[in-house]
T-cell receptor, first 116, second 113 residues
Framework: AQRVTQPEKLLSVFKGAPVELKCNYS??????LFWYVQYSRQRLQLLLR??SRESIKGFTADLNKGETSFHLKKPFAQEEDSAMYYC??????????????????FGKGTKLSVIP | DSGVTQTPKHLITATGQRVTLRCSPR?????VYWYQQSLDQGLQFLIQ???????AKGNILERFSAQQFPDLHSELNLSSLELGDSALYFC????????????FGPGTRLTVT
């Protein structure tokens, strides 16, 4: 079974400092990984996915298959980055009649607090 | 606003009781997912429906069941409630059956006393 591990429950950094939120996974298939974010009083939402290799709000994440990691990074933290961050892995199987059965497995989340 | 609605927002009930949580997906989304979020377990996938059909099952207890209706709204039924069932229950929706981009609702907070 797949597993996603976020070793830090809480990460506090000063404004302007670099941020790295750690995520490790275990999965026997080809992984598709994502970061979701939940800002205060807002809903959980997709931040970025590894396939796109894009930078969203200054955040990037690189999939390292050798280390089975997908760490989220930002060079200079901003106060508005304070939120809960969840790493997620998409796993699924193709059913016999052609349909798919997929699920997102989430890590337990890391609360990022950016200190002014 | 992502468009996913959940009712009720809060629910307080006693052990042994049964409750029903309701979810309406975004307009046009065919998939509905249910998640349970507790302090110790984090966000756990329970079950997925796609266009009325069950597609994926996670760590859903036998006391829990769900369905998706022809109008695509979904209900999660929790029975023989225990104290440990107290949690936030989220619903999410997506357009397709294989979608990493899920749109989450605000959640229903269930407290079992």
């Amino acid at each position: 079974a797949q597993r996603v591990t976020q070793p830090e429950k809480l990460l506090s950094v000063f404004k302007g400092a670099p941020v790295e939120l750690k995520c490790n996974y275990s999965y026997s298939g080809s992984p598709e990984l994502f970061w979701y974010v939940q800002y205060s009083r807002q809903r959980l939402q997709l931040l970025l996915r590894h396939i796109s290799r894009e930078s969203i709000k200054g955040f990037t994440a690189d999939l390292n298959k050798g280390e089975t990691s997908f760490h989220l990074k930002k060079p200079f933290a901003q106060e508005e980055d304070s939120a809960m961050y969840y790493c997620a892995l998409l796993a699924g199987v193709r059913l016999s009649y052609g349909a798919g059965s997929y699920q997102l497995t989430f890590g337990k989340g890391t609360k990022l607090s950016v200190i002014p | 606003d992502s468009g996913v609605t959940q009712t009720p927002k809060h629910l307080i009930t006693a052990t042994g009781q049964r409750v029903t949580l309701r979810c309406s997906p975004r307009s046009g989304d065919l998939s509905v997912y249910w998640y349970q979020q507790s302090l110790d377990q984090g966000l756990q996938f329970l079950i997925q429906y796609y266009n009325g059909e069950e597609r994926a099952k996670g760590n859903i207890l036998e006391r829990f069941s769900a369905q998706q209706f022809p109008d695509l709204h979904s209900e999660l039924n929790l029975s023989s409630l225990e104290l440990g069932d107290s949690a936030l229950y989220f619903c999410a929706s997506s357009v397709a059956d294989r979608s990493y981009e899920q749109y989450f609702g605000p959640g229903t907070r269930l407290t079992v006393t």
